[in-house]
C-alpha cells in the first residue's frame, strides 16, 4: 500500500512568515510522529499523536510550533513567524499502534530553507 | 532520560568485507532499540529491532544487530558490505511508556569498490 507521503517537498519562505506542513500517514496507522532533522544532527522529536489521545507535545521547541491531526488521519504541522534556525528537514511517521514497540514508517520530509 | 551515542560519524569498508556501525544507549528501565537507514533524497526505511527475546536481531538486506545489555550497545553488523549499503544509518532508542524514539545523530557508511 501507500507509504506515508508528505507536502510540500520543499518551501522556503522568508523570515517571519508562517508556514504549513502536511503529513497523510499511512492508512490505519493510529500513532502519528513529527520530527526535524537538521544538517549534521540527528532527528529531534516534535509531536505525538495518538489516536483521539491529546497529543504530546513535550518536544515542540517553541509557542510558535503547532500541530493538529484530522479525523485521526492527516496532520499539520504550522510554524508561525518563521525564524533562519526553523530551517532543517520535517520528517513526518507513523505506526501501527500506541507505544514505541511499533516500528514507525518515515515520509520523505519537507525540507524547508526560512531566508 | 535517554540517549544515544553513535561514536563514528563516517565508516568506510571495502565491499565484501564485514561491516560494523556502533550505537551505545543510555535509558531507564528495558530498551527497544531500532536502526533505520537514510538513502540520499529519501525518507528514513526501518532496518531492524531489538523489543525483548533473542539478542540477536535479524532484518532487511542482511543486517543484523546484537544487543548487549552489560554493555548497553546494539551495534549493527552485515557479513559482507555491498557498494549499494552506503548511506546514513541512525539507531534509535526507546523504553516502555515512551512516546518517541531518540535518535543517535547517525553514521555515514561508504561501501568502496
Known amino acids: 500500500g501507500a507509504g506515508v507521503s508528505q507536502s510540500p517537498s520543499n518551501k522556503v519562505t522568508e523570515k517571519g512568515k508562517d508556514v504549513e506542513l502536511r503529513c497523510d500517514p499511512i492508512?490505519?496507522?493510529?500513532?502519528l510522529y513529527w520530527y526535524r532533522q537538521s544538517l549534521g544532527q540527528g532527528l529531534e522529536f516534535l509531536i505525538y499523536?495518538?489516536?483521539?489521545?491529546?497529543?504530546?507535545k513535550s518536544g515542540l521547541p517553541s509557542d510558535r510550533f503547532s500541530a493538529e491531526r484530522t479525523g485521526g488521519s492527516v496532520s499539520t504541522l504550522t510554524i508561525q513567524r518563521t525564524q533562519q534556525e526553523d530551517s532543517a528537514v520535517y520528517l513526518c511517521?507513523?505506526?501501527?499502534?500506541?507505544?514505541?514497540?511499533?516500528?514507525?514508517?518515515f515520509g520523505p520530509g519537507t525540507r524547508l530553507t526560512v531566508t | 532520560a535517554q540517549s544515544v551515542a553513535q561514536p563514528e560519524d563516517q565508516v568506510n569498508v571495502a565491499e565484501g568485507n564485514p561491516l560494523t556501525v556502533k550505537c551505545t544507549y543510555s535509558?531507564?528501565?528495558?530498551?527497544?532499540l531500532f536502526w533505520y537507514v537514510q538513502y540520499p533524497n529519501r525518507g528514513l526505511q526501518f532496518l531492524l529491532k531489538?523489543?525483548?527475546?533473542?539478542?540477536l536481531v535479524k532484518g532487511s538486506y542482511g543486517f543484523e544487530a546484537e544487543f548487549n545489555k552489560s554493555q548497553t550497545s546494539f551495534h549493527l553488523k552485515k557479513p559482507s558490505a555491498l557498494v549499494s549499503d552506503s548511506a546514513l544509518y541512525f539507531c534509535?532508542?526507546?523504553?516502555?511508556?515512551?512516546?518517541?524514539?531518540?535518535f543517535g545523530t547517525g553514521t555515514r557508511l561508504t561501501v568502496i569498490p
Open positions: 499523536f495518538q489516536g483521539n489521545s491529546a497529543p504530546d
Open positions: 492508512s490505519g496507522h493510529t500513532a
Open positions: 531489538y523489543i525483548t527475546g533473542d539478542n
Open positions: 534509535a532508542v526507546s523504553s516502555t511508556g515512551a512516546n518517541n524514539l531518540f
Open positions: 511517521a507513523s505506526s501501527l499502534g500506541a507505544g514505541t514497540v511499533y516500528e514507525q514508517y
Open positions: 535509558v531507564s528501565g528495558n530498551p527497544y
